[in-house]
């Protein structure tokens, strides 16, 4: 069946046409400047070239009426007509505390969707525009919510509560959600299979370092804790976003700077990270690789804290699993960095972890990047929250 994965921004929409029985991709692209001047279409068939036009999309809807366009465009196409496609997987950012899995979508759900739109309001209005859009255009195709937040929703109330009164939990709904969830959960399932191990009996690290960063401790193929909370700014220290700090913090630098708290919730998500600590110099590790390696101060000391800061995490989870069997590194940076992951694992010699530096050079590809007789095995998985989000989605119609 092919399913049409769809992953909604404010301002963007993301696409996947994906076999479910191959799990191959027949088609991917973009649309970019939704509601802007110049928006565009960047569509790509399988082994072809990308196909660039710019088309006026005022809304979602002239968005996903182009992508359909694409889908069943009789030269670059990939299906004749709508009845092809069997289903459609919307990521959804946010699903609270109501939805510990990925549903079918009616009425209620995105109803429901929208009552959690408090806690995520960036994203899950654009998450929204995008499922009414596709609900409008496409009424008798199925279509499935897979939400971000879900697989972290196993978390023990140790884990997910924060030191404030208990009222906030009670009355609002703050506590540790945790997100990319669907990455956490893929990468997890497909470790196991690399290590030759039944998930059930495997202690896992995930690291999914990309412009947005989180660990998670899975036990047993469930998540117990992650490193972002009620929203993605806590955690690691990512491209622009700050992470963990002390929250006096925000008070201290409005009262410093004249600021208001939107001013300063803007210099911690859009101002700070790597791209803070490096001066401004960049939020892209690539840059920052490489001012790291000629040594300057700018790229050294963005590098050295990020890495110390996902070592910690990966030392915290360690003794909440009581133990760990496997550390996984993915997502951009996770994926590509030799450098990123050999300096994380300079600090894990109490668990015995030894490189092999000649896999470790790999990229791409599912590997194991420790030696045999490492302590504790270390991987790098790809990895694939599109093919994630189709095989919920055809689940979800089997059942
Ligand atoms: P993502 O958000 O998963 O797309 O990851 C984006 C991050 O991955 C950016 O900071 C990129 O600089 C980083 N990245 C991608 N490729 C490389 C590479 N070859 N070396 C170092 N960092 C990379």
């Known amino acids: 069946m092919n399913i049409l994965v769809i992953n909604c921004g404010s301002s963007s929409l993301k696409f996947q046409l994906i076999d479910s029985e191959s799990e191959q991709v027949s088609a991917k692209g973009l649309c970019e400047r939704i509601g802007i001047a110049g928006s565009r279409l960047v569509y790509q068939k399988a082994g072809a070239d990308k196909q660039v036009s710019e088309a006026p999309m005022p809304d979602h809807k002239a968005a996903i009426r182009m992508v359909i366009g694409a889908l069943t465009?009789?030269?670059?196409?990939?299906?004749?007509?709508?009845?092809?496609?069997?289903?459609?997987?919307?990521?959804i950012v946010h699903g609270g505390e109501?939805?510990?899995?990925?549903?079918?979508?009616?009425?209620?759900?995105?109803?429901?969707?929208?009552?959690?739109?408090?806690?995520?309001?960036?994203?899950?209005?654009?998450?929204?525009?995008?499922?009414?859009a596709c609900r409008e255009l496409m009424p008798d195709t199925p279509m499935a919510a897979v939400f971000d937040t879900a697989f972290h929703q196993t978390m023990p109330q140790e884990a997910?509560?924060?030191?404030?009164?208990?009222?906030?939990?009670?009355?609002?709904?703050?506590?540790?959600?945790?997100?990319?969830?669907?990455?956490?959960?893929?990468?997890?399932?497909?470790?196991?299979?690399?290590?030759?191990?039944?998930?059930a009996t495997l202690k896992l690290i995930v690291c999914h370092l990309g412009n947005g960063a989180s660990?998670?401790?899975?036990?047993?193929?469930?998540?117990?804790?992650?490193?972002?909370?009620?929203?993605?700014?806590?955690?690691?220290?990512?491209?622009?976003?700050?992470?963990?700090?002390?929250?006096a913090i925000i008070e201290f630098i409005a009262h410093?700077?004249?600021?208001?708290?939107?001013?300063?919730?803007?210099?911690?998500?859009?101002?700070?990270?790597?791209?803070g600590l490096s001066g401004g110099l960049s939020s892209d590790?690539?840059?920052?690789?490489?001012?790291?390696?000629?040594?300057?101060?700018?790229?050294?000391?963005?590098?050295?804290?990020?890495v110390y800061r996902v070592a910690?995490?990966?030392?915290?989870?360690?003794?909440?699993?009581?133990?760990?069997?496997?550390?996984?590194?993915?997502?951009?940076?996770?994926?590509?960095?030799?450098?990123?992951?050999?300096?994380?694992?300079?600090?894990?010699?109490?668990?015995?972890?030894?490189?092999?530096?000649?896999?470790?050079?790999k990229r791409g590809q599912d590997t194991v990047i420790s030696t045999p007789?490492?302590?504790?095995?270390?991987?790098?998985?790809?990895?694939?929250?599109?093919?994630?989000i189709a095989r919920e989605a055809a689940a979800l119609l089997q059942k």
């Open 73 to 91: 465009d009789r030269e670059t196409g990939v299906v004749t007509s709508l009845s092809q496609i069997g289903a459609v997987g919307h990521r």
């Open 98 to 132: 109501r939805f510990a899995a990925s549903v079918l979508l009616d009425d209620d759900v995105t109803e429901a969707i929208e009552a959690c739109s408090g806690l995520a309001p960036l994203h899950n209005p654009a998450n929204l525009t995008g499922i009414r």
């Open 160 to 199: 997910y509560l924060y030191g404030i009164p208990y009222d906030c939990y009670e009355k609002y709904g703050i506590r540790r959600y945790g997100f990319h969830g669907t990455s956490h959960s893929y990468v997890s399932k497909r470790a196991a299979q690399v290590m030759g191990r039944d998930l």
């Open 215 to 247: 660990v998670s401790a899975v036990r047993y193929g469930k998540s117990v804790d992650t490193s972002m909370g009620l929203t993605p700014l806590e955690g690691l220290i990512m491209g622009t976003r700050s992470g963990d700090m002390d929250p």
């Open 256 to 275: 410093q700077e004249g600021k208001t708290l939107a001013e300063v919730m803007e210099i911690l998500n859009k101002e700070s990270g790597v791209l």
């Open 285 to 306: 590790f690539r840059d920052l690789e490489d001012a790291y390696c000629r040594e300057m101060p700018e790229g050294i000391r963005a590098i050295k804290t990020f």
């Open 312 to 361: 910690k995490y990966i030392g915290a989870y360690t003794a909440a699993m009581n133990g760990v069997d496997g550390i996984c590194f993915t997502a951009g940076l996770g994926e590509n960095s030799p450098l990123i992951r050999s300096l994380v694992c300079e600090y894990l010699g109490y668990l015995g972890v030894r490189l092999d530096q000649e896999q470790n050079q």
């Open 373 to 388: 007789d490492s302590g504790t095995a270390v991987l790098v998985i790809p990895t694939n929250e599109e093919l994630a």
